[in-house]
């Protein structure tokens, strides 16, 4: 673990890998608040989810300690976990609407 | 965690109770299970104990709000009993949700690494996005699953970034080993550290339905099937906010600089916000969904008091708030049943149709709005008074002329039924539902006559 930490960083040092996943992150983020397609807003998502595996990875390389890698295990099963839920609740909406545009529900305001 | 167990079990139970062709089975099995976790659950008073290599340390603070949530779950599944709206799922598999999402609302309040805190968010919330659209050929309340689900897992994205900036700096998941670096940094912690506590304030404060992270709830309140909605606005709620506060009193209690001004902000937006939009509302449920998040306000406020007041102010908080919620929500199951509306016009004339009802929703009513003798007072007082002390003056100012607007729109309800209505029609009660909404009133006033039972508990 040592020798990966070293190995790791000399050829990238840690900041490249925070700017790298910080930038994954605010794409993530800008898809989910500019696309009105669920399912394009739905993987913006999982982009935000792989933006924090991806420094997580980096992070546990860097403080050679192995919890952060585990992490992102835990991380994998809950995003397919929301995959299942999110795309039964997409087919769902499919059904009534035969659309899957977020503007076409609208039903509540105030 | 004994109790965690058997909520697992009890979930399971629940779900394959549903292959009986005895419809009330489910019900019985959920009640019993709900029944035998609460009791091994306080079986565990005063042991303290650390589960699973550290990953859950169960003090007397997880056990108290365990149980909390059980017993509100036990009120919630007895409403069931009677519940006339159509959910077009069987029981059975909304037992068997509820109860996998109360397992993640028991990790998030016994959680000590935050590997935990992530998974006990997930599992309370997934379960959700799929009850809030278990009227499948609804459109609200296929809405309401999208727009739950899309926003939440947006959150816990947010979440979980704060978490890893967190690790990157202190090389832990574990909030104690987080606080020991905290202050080793001596008031001086990392740029870094600093913006994931931010980020996990945001994507907390969603779940807690903080003003502005607060947009979800009122149509995922109203879209929901009225029993999912009083479980999110009760257990959901309940476990959100002790995750929150059990967060900064372990990790973050080095810095309170840093996030005591941004959690008055919260707080005081998120009271204003909730208030001076409930007023305006003329659905009762999407009325109550505001003053939920109103609610959410005031118990931020005890954040800022973090060090001072113990944690007893929150638990008796959420107690009256879980009590008069789950009593006002049951009434307005009755009404939507009778009237076919959730407005507050539905409620004209209740006295008259029915004075216990008329009596039952007075009491919640005054209940929510603080009023003395019942317990909603007495809750906020303790608040109020932590941050007084903790010399955070205008705070409490905002807090009690918000009391006042509030005092406002759960008056229009009462009001409303006590005036004239075109229907006199007697309104039929089932036994199980008058039993619920005797327990919860009793309770309203009883915690407001003897707050010490559990003031004194933490």
Known sequence: MENISAQITQVAPLEHYILLSAVLFSLGVLGVLLRRNVIIMFMSIELMLNACNLLLAAFSAFHSSAAGQIFVFFIMIVAAAEVAVGLAIIVMIYRNIHSIDINELSKLKW | ?458
């Open chain 2, 1 to 458: 965690m004994n109790a965690l167990l058997v909520l697992s079990i009890a979930g399971l139970a629940a779900l394959f109770s549903g292959f009986s062709h005895n419809k009330k089975l489910a019900v019985i099995v959920s009640l019993l299970g709900l029944a035998v976790a609460f009791t091994v659950n306080v079986l565990d008073w005063n042991t303290a104990v650390r589960y699973y290599n550290d990953m859950i340390f169960v003090d007397n603070y997880a056990i108290a709000f365990t149980g909390v949530m059980a017993l509100t779950m036990l009120l919630i599944v007895a409403l069931f009993v009677d519940y006339k709206e159509s959910v077009e799922v069987p029981n059975a598999e909304i037992f068997a949700l509820l109860f996998f999402s109360l397992a993640g609302g028991v990790m998030l309040v016994s959680y000590s690494n935050l590997l935990m805190l992530f998974l006990g968010i997930e599992i309370l919330s997934i379960p959700l996005y799929i009850l809030a659209g278990s009227k499948r050929h609804t459109l609200t309340s296929n809405e309401a699953a999208i727009k739950y689900f899309l926003l939440g897992a947006f959150a816990s994205a947010f979440l979980l970034f704060g978490i890893v900036l967190i690790y990157g700096v202190t090389a832990s998941f574990h909030i104690e080993t987080i606080a020991a670096y905290i202050k080793n940094a001596n008031g001086q912690p990392p740029a870094l550290l600093v913006a994931g506590m931010f980020m996990l304030i945001g994507g907390l404060g969603f779940k807690i339905s903080a003003a502005p992270f607060h947009f979800w709830t009122p149509d995922v309140y109203q879209g929901s099937p009225t029993i999912v909605t009083t479980f999110m606005s009760t257990v959901v709620k309940t476990a959100g906010i002790a995750a929150f506060y059990r967060l900064f009193a372990y990790a973050f209690p080095a810095i309170t600089a840093e996030w005591i001004p941004t959690i008055s902000v919260l707080a005081a937006l998120t009271m204003t916000v909730g208030n001076v939009t409930a007023v305006f509302q003329s659905s009762v449920k999407r009325m109550l969904a505001y003053s939920g998040i109103a609610h959410a306000g005031y118990l931020l406020i005890a954040f800022v008091s973090i060090s001072s007041n113990p944690a007893s102010s929150v638990l008796y908080y959420l107690i009256a708030y879980a009590v008069s919620t789950v009593c006002a929500f049951a009434v307005l199951m009755v009404i939507q049943h009778t009237t076919g509306s959730e407005e507050v016009d539905g409620f004209k004339g209740l006295s008259k149709r029915s004075p216990f009802l008329a009596f039952i929703t007075t009491v919640a009513f005054i209940s929510l709005a603080g009023i003395p003798p019942t317990a909603g007072f007495f809750a906020k007082f303790y608040l109020f008074s932590g941050a007084v002390k903790a010399g955070h003056l205008w705070l409490t100012i905002i807090a009690v002329l918000n009391s006042c607007i509030a005092i406002y729109y759960y008056f229009r309800v009462i009001t409303a039924v006590y005036s004239e209505g075109t229907d006199s029609t007697p309104v039929e009660l089932g036994t199980v539902q008058k039993a619920v909404m005797i327990i919860t009133a009793v309770l309203a006033v009883a915690l407001g006559l003897f707050p010490e039972m559990i003031i004194s508990l933490l």
